[in-house]
């Protein structure tokens, strides 16, 4: 294994995170702006009102692209078992 070969893996593992975290933090996201625009026009300051509705967002997104994550992450590691395998 070489330097190229290292920096390739630890790439590629960057973009698996990237990519199956990428669904949960766009949802938390959008649904923190919505709120933060709600509070700022009512001028309502419950500190309940963050976080419930983002544990829930983000609970239903985990949900709904549960089946897209694990394939990225499935599709991760038998790219590192291959390359264990048949050697770099």
Do not use: C
């Amino acid at each position: 294994m070489n330097e190229v070969d290292a920096l390739d893996l630890v790439r590629e593992a960057f973009w698996t995170i990237i990519i199956s975290s990428g669904p949960a933090v766009a949802a938390a996201m959008i649904i923190g702006v919505t709120i933060a625009l709600f509070q700022a026009l009512t001028q309502v300051q419950e500190m309940t009102l963050t976080f419930i509705p983002k544990i829930l967002v983000i609970f239903l997104t985990l949900i709904a692209s549960g089946t897209f994550v694990g394939a990225k992450i499935a599709s991760f590691t038998d790219l590192v078992y291959d390359k264990i395998e048949h050697g770099f």
